[in-house]
């Protein structure tokens, strides 16, 4: 027994030095690190001037892994990351650091965060499709800017090949942004799950070499009603998307000129039982100069109401 106990005694005391060891090595340090960025290379806290050798082998240098990464050029929003201990999310654009494809490699979690769905007194979500476009979305931004309104953005991937710079603005800016399809062609987006889907990862993909981030939101072209079947639901789930339609059409898809959109938005705000949610859509691809023709009229409009304006995120409510 005296035996058993002097070996239990030794075999801790070792296990303490080991561990002591351990966590004082700056190693372990790296290993407990929160920080998505390298661990600076400093001198001593007494040599104001840092390191000796500006550039240390980085093989002595180990970069932690990115357990709680946000980009460079983050903004004020929701990033979701390798977190699993989700936070609840606030009303901020939803960002993923992650495309589909990276967070499958890593064996990362798709699905959407469960978060109870924000209604208001009185709320209102402005919704812009088919941008970026070099003469309207500016436009809109800087009504927008002016207004100190958030609004969400829906793009379409070949529109960000060409304009880039103005999807960065539109992020930065603080607005949400959702994928829209790559090319907004419903006889391609709607012949098969594949098809749609491969448009979206594609279009992902697109956003994230341009902003660093990508969505985490949808809307399908001409609205998922008569085009999404059971199996696009299904696949939408799967790959963690969350489908955003809308209950107020502004009636932009007609040649209707601007008095005739604020009409239209005022006599569909009518219905109370829209007020708690209003889903506002409009459009900012090419050709709609009336739309932001009307934009300070529609603003004005919720305004005087005293609407709160929210950005689309996964606590939007679904609009109907
Ligand atoms: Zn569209």
Redesign the pocket.
Known sequence: MQHTSKFFQTVCALSVICLTLLVSSPLALLAFSDSASPIPVSGPPNDPEGPEDPDPDPELVPVPENKYTIPNNAIDAYYMNENPDNPAIPSKPVYDVFTVEERQARGLVLEVPKVSPYYGQKVVYLTF??GPEPENTPAVLAILKSQGIKATFFVVGNQIEKYPAILRQIYQDGHAIGN?SYN?VYRELYQSTNNYFSQLRHTDEIIKNSIGVRPRISRA?GGSAGSFTKEYWATLKNLGYTEVGWNISSGDASSAKAGQLVNNIAAQMDNKNLWSHAILLMHDGRGHAETVKALPAIIKFYKDRQFEFRVVNFETPSPW
Do not use: E, K
Request: net charge negative; proline share 20%.
């Open positions: 499709d088919d829209h907004h072209p």
